[in-house]
């Protein structure tokens, strides 16, 4: 089995989660108010709005050719209609380094995280949503100059989740009128505002930027239950499929998968706890990449896949190597049967404030908070070797165990 000879191999972050002091989004508001809901807030993060050379520099010098970073919509426009030449500088100086290094940018205009202004407005339910964030990404586009891959929004099906969620959570009037029996699923409404702002969206960037354009999808890759068949159809219609069926005619999707979830008679079914379970608190299934892959390929009309996360939040680094080693199995085993896969991407490529936690660890780098110096792991040194072998094929097991107790 052959991948191509282009394909990506790289690591992902986002703006949030890894620069710092990211206090004109709406995420900094909500971790410095909520303090059961977000229980550690984000601060200096790991300082990668400073620190984005060594970043990148640590990954390229392991072997990985690829790195996914977010241009963050709330430093670009603080304030609804002021955007800032200077924060625009400061991502083409990004887009600059991970190629001067020898990495390939991917890049994602928005990763959960919008300006104050339009949450507070109404956010996603606002009228003008569609017309603001076409906005931000024409202005955006300007330092697109080069860059072959842009993902328009990071998993829209749970934004549209965290919508109904923040809903729950946030809004005393919106959670006391929820009915005991409700759902906590991904709203629709917003799914389809989300779809006609990643539409506009394409269209902005295939005039402004010779880039190939798509989003992401987060998928469950839910299993059935005997007897629940139309409770996986329909659970997988609002979670994925609305999603998935956004992308076509897109020039690739942007698979993300960590685990799967079985679905039962009243909707998915809550992870149950078991000593293999990671710790997000979700079962250990590297072959969740697999199933998505294929579904994501079916349910698009075969639009081209690329994997722009995938990992597994552990302190044991040899088990981050015994699921990815896993998960890209079932990977080259899509590209055999035919699909068009065109890189992964782990997540992540450091250790990085989880939405309100700090304890998941996903990286390949780990980050001292104190003094923010960086330490890779064995896991990245193994990533960057089945980079330079374009594969697991002829890998032998000497070289794995090699590289994972150095």
């Not at 989004?25 to 300082?47: H, Q």
């Not at 919509?73 to 020898?102: C, N």
């Not at 603001?132 to 998993?155: H, K, P, Q």
Request: contains cysteine; negative net charge; charged residues 25%.
């Amino acid at each position: 089995m052959n991948l191509r000879d282009d394909f990506l191999w790289g690591a992902a972050s986002s703006a949030h989660q890894t620069e710092g002091n990211n206090n004109a989004a709406d995420w900094w508001g909500y971790e410095n108010r909520s303090r059961p809901y977000f229980p550690e807030r984000s601060g200096d993060a790991v300082d990668s709005y400073h620190r984005y050379p060594e970043d990148m520099a640590l990954l390229a010098d392991a072997g990985l050719n690829a790195y996914r970073f977010g241009i963050e919509w709330s430093r670009i426009e603080p304030e609804e209609g002021q955007f800032s030449r200077a924060q625009l500088d400061h991502y083409r100086r990004m887009i600059e380094t991970a190629r001067k290094v020898g990495l390939e940018p991917v890049v994602t205009l928005h990763h959960f995280t919008s300006p104050r202004w339009f949450s507070n407005r109404g956010g996603w339910r606002h009228p003008a949503a569609v017309e603001s964030f076409s906005r931000y990404v024409d202005r955006a586009s300007s330092v697109l100059g080069g860059v072959n891959w842009v993902c328009t929004i990071n998993e829209p099906n749970i934004v549209a989740l965290g919508v109904r969620y923040l809903d729950m959570t946030l809004d005393s009037r919106a959670a006391s009128s929820r009915p005991a029996n409700a759902r906590l699923e991904p709203d629709n409404e917003i799914g389809d505002v989300l779809v006609r702002a990643h539409r506009e969206a394409v269209e902005i960037l295939r005039t402004t930027t010779t880039a190939n354009v798509g989003w992401t999808v987060g998928q469950q890759a839910f299993e059935e239950t005997a007897g629940n068949e139309d409770v996986l159809a329909r659970t997988n219609e609002v979670w994925e499929d609305r999603y998935l069926a956004g992308a076509r005619g897109d020039d690739f999707l942007g698979v993300q998968s960590y685990t799967s979830q079985r679905v039962g008679a009243d909707g998915p079914i809550p992870h149950p706890e078991h000593p293999d379970n990671t710790l997000m608190g979700w079962a250990y299934r590297p072959d969740a990449l697999g199933i998505a892959l294929r579904r994501a390929w079916d349910i698009t009309d075969h639009v081209p896949l690329l994997v722009t996360e995938n990992g597994i939040a552990t302190s044991d680094d040899t088990r981050r190597i015994a699921y990815t080693t896993e998960a890209l199995t079932h990977l080259e085993d899509a590209v055999t049967d035919g699909i068009d896969i065109r890189g992964y991407l782990h997540w992540s490529a450091l250790d990085n404030f989880e939405w309100g936690r700090w304890a998941p660890t996903f990286g390949l780098i780990g980050v001292d908070r104190a003094t923010f110096a960086r330490t890779p792991k064995p896991s990245l040194a193994w990533l960057g070797q089945v980079a330079r072998n374009n594969g697991l094929s002829g890998l032998t097991a000497v070289q794995t165990i090699k590289v994972s107790t150095s």
